[in-house]
């Protein structure tokens, strides 16, 4: 038996297929993804219970500025309220027509661009808006010359009806075109300020016959009546006339005769009782609208306390009241006009 106590031999055996502690399969494995699981369950309902809160918080912010916002509004809008019911009471004098505080604003504007040549003078410009606030606006503003102050005029009697006379007929298409809305004609003049003295001499001896001051001026002979006007503004109940043209400059220009006269007699026309029309004449230092607006529209009417040295201002009467034999009272318009 020799042999068997000889070289041993040494089996390795396998490892067994039973799971030992530490595999993949062992119950301490089981734990830890029981535990992952519950982490990742646990930490899913903190971040979505973040992101709820996160939510409600600006839900909630927005919905304070909306608040906010519409509490501000209701402030600001009680304020214009107020705003408007006091500016409502400052303007009640000036009727519908445009805010006090605007006019004001655009007769000085005006004014100070009045000391630029070619310019009405500052103080022509507020004597002129003065008289029609004080008349009132809105009115019917009839104005015999187009320039540089057109537009002021138009605004200033916003909601009002104002018509404007020229001679050019050119100039009269071109403000057209660049001040839509506005109403503006033509007139062709037959005088020159060189006929002044021979018209105003027939114009005194026919004043009882076709140079009356009531009369149809559309079937007037006088040849200082403007009688080529569009009908309708022969029916116009004018508040306020603005003699500012023709030309009257040089011998040859048409001269404002027949303005001013026409302007006396629009006014005398009017039916209402105790109608007055506002006539203002600018270049009033001239001889010719001296003299014409003394002899046509009487230096009894004149308003003094609001007339420059450059503009007159006129205050003329219609009505059953009106002298129809002679255009003034007193000693008579030749003594009157001879000084």
């Known amino acids: 038996m020799k042999g068997l106590g000889g070289q041993k031999v040494l089996l390795v055996h396998s490892s067994s297929n039973k799971p030992s502690g530490g595999g993949p399969g062992s119950p301490a494995m089981g734990r830890r993804r029981v535990w992952l699981v519950v982490f990742l369950a646990l930490f899913a309902c903190v971040s979505l219970a973040s992101m709820l809160s996160s939510a409600r918080d600006a839900s909630s912010a927005v919905g304070g500025r909306r608040r906010a916002s519409a509490a501000v509004a209701?402030?600001?809008?009680?304020?214009?309220?107020?705003?408007?019911?006091?500016?409502?009471?400052?303007?009640?004098?000036?009727?519908?027509?445009?805010?006090?505080?605007?006019?004001?604003a655009l007769v000085q504007y005006a004014a100070v661009g009045g000391n630029t040549s070619g310019s009405m003078p500052a103080a022509d410009v507020r004597a002129i808006a003065a008289a029609l606030k004080r008349r009132g606006?809105?009115?019917?503003?009839?104005?015999?010359?187009?320039?540089?102050?057109?537009?002021?005029?138009?605004?200033?009697?916003?909601?009002?009806?104002?018509?404007?006379?020229?001679?050019?007929?050119?100039?009269?298409?071109?403000?057209?075109?660049?001040?839509?809305?506005?109403?503006?004609?033509?007139?062709?003049?037959?005088?020159?300020?060189?006929?002044?003295?021979?018209?105003?001499?027939?114009?005194?001896?026919a004043r009882a016959a076709e140079c009356r001051p009531v009369q149809n001026l559309l079937f007037s002979d006088c040849r200082l009546a403007i009688n080529d006007l569009p009908n309708h503004l022969y029916d116009v109940a004018w508040d306020v006339?603005?003699?500012?043209?023709?030309?009257?400059?040089?011998?040859?220009?048409?001269?404002?005769?027949?303005a001013i006269f026409t302007?006396?007699?629009?006014?005398?026309?009017?039916?209402?009782?105790?109608?007055?029309?506002?006539?203002?004449?600018?270049?009033?230092?001239?001889?010719?609208e001296r003299a014409c607006s003394r002899e046509f529209l009487c230096e009894e009417n004149r308003e003094k306390?609001?007339?420059?040295?450059?503009?007159?201002?006129?205050?003329?009467?219609?009505?059953?009241?009106?002298?129809?034999?002679?255009?003034?009272?007193?000693?008579?318009s030749t003594a009157t006009a001879a000084q």
């Open 74 to 104: 209701k402030v600001a809008a009680s304020t214009a309220k107020k705003g408007r019911r006091g500016d409502a009471a400052a303007d009640a004098a000036l009727g519908p027509g445009l805010p006090g505080y605007v006019f004001d």
């Open 137 to 205: 606006t809105p009115c019917n503003l009839l104005v015999f010359g187009l320039g540089g102050e057109t537009p002021l005029w138009r605004a200033l009697n916003h909601g009002g009806r104002t018509v404007f006379l020229d001679e050019n007929q050119w100039y009269v298409s071109h403000l057209e075109g660049r001040h839509p809305g506005l109403e503006a004609y033509d007139v062709a003049y037959t005088t020159t300020v060189r006929e002044f003295p021979d018209l105003l001499e027939a114009a005194r001896a």
């Open 241 to 258: 006339i603005l003699v500012d043209g023709p030309r009257g400059y040089t011998a040859s220009s048409p001269g404002r005769m027949s």
């Open 263 to 288: 302007a006396g007699v629009l006014a005398r026309a009017r039916k209402e009782e105790g109608a007055a029309t506002d006539v203002l004449v600018h270049d009033y230092e001239r001889e010719v």
């Open 305 to 332: 306390e609001t007339s420059t040295r450059s503009l007159a201002h006129f205050v003329v009467r219609g009505g059953s009241a009106v002298r129809r034999e002679a255009f003034c009272g007193g000693t008579g």
